[in-house]
T-cell receptor, first 116, second 115 residues
Framework: NAGVTQTPKFRVLKTGQSMTLLCAQDMNHEYMYWYRQDPGMGLRLIHY???????AKGEVPDGYNVSRLKKQNFLLGLESAAPSQTSVYFC???????????????FGPGTRLTVT | DQQVKQNSPSLSVQEGRISILNCDYTNSMFDYFLWYKKYPAEGPTFLISISSIKDKNEDGRFTVFLNKSAKHLSLHIVPSQPGDSAVYFCAASANSGGSNYKLTFGKGTLLTVNP
């Protein structure tokens, strides 16, 4: 049981380049999330999904797109990276499909992205 | 508008003493509160939670207190250990309001426990 995994762990992009961050969870969770963490800003929600095939905007969605084609995967895309997107990105999941209801979110290890 | 506030960016305590981390919230719809712990270069890990129907929840060395009238919660760690040194995030959700899938996080408090 790996929990929540993120790929890649580190990445350096040039301004204007694109990339996709992959999140996978093996806990059969219904909900998945993408956050960014910046110094002094805490965790801010970018996009989230409450089920396969559904996505919604969070607090800071501009410049990002997401897709959830499979229940266990949640992809975060940057179409044209900007220096302001330099951050640490965390994926999380919650709400098991079966068993006791729980709203605790379980986080991946993070992706450190630098845009130059 | 910051709905979950952790007004102390950092806290330093001696090993063996009590650590008290504070959190205030403004949204009266919040009815479920959580504390997360984060080490450098790792993702946040769930520590302890409390529902608004309770005013205290205890798990080993960790106790969370909730004061609904003051919209305030606190995390007590007794006794504090050097391994507790980490950033602690307070988070809240509005389960009865239909937004149970979203958490609102505070900015975090860096706890340093000195040997």
């Amino acid at each position: 049981n790996a929990g929540v995994t993120q790929t890649p762990k580190f990445r350096v992009l040039k301004t204007g380049q694109s990339m996709t961050l992959l999140c996978a969870q093996d806990m059969n969770h219904e909900y998945m999330y993408w956050y960014r963490q910046d110094p002094g800003m805490g965790l801010r929600l970018i996009h989230y999904s409450v089920g396969e095939g559904t996505t919604a905007k969070g607090e800071v969605p501009d410049g990002y797109n997401v897709s959830r084609l499979k229940k266990q995967n949640f992809l975060l895309g940057l179409e044209s990276a900007a220096p302001s997107q330099t951050s640490v990105y965390f994926c999380a999941s919650s709400y098991p499909s079966s068993g006791p209801i729980s709203y605790e979110q379980y986080f991946g290890p993070g992706t450190r992205l630098t845009v130059t | 508008d910051q709905q979950v506030k952790q007004n102390s960016p950092s806290l330093s305590v001696q090993e063996g003493r009590i650590s008290i981390l504070n959190c205030d919230y403004t949204n009266s719809m919040f009815d479920y509160f959580l504390w997360y712990k984060k080490y450098p270069a790792e993702g946040p890990t769930f520590l302890i939670s409390i529902s608004s129907i309770k005013d205290k929840n205890e798990d080993g060395r960790f106790t969370v207190f909730l004061n609904k009238s003051a919209k305030h919660l606190s995390l007590h760690i007794v006794p504090s250990q050097p391994g507790d040194s980490a950033v602690y995030f307070c988070a809240a959700s509005a389960n009865s309001g239909g937004s149970n899938y979203k958490l609102t996080f505070g900015k975090g408090t860096l706890l340093t426990v000195n040997p």
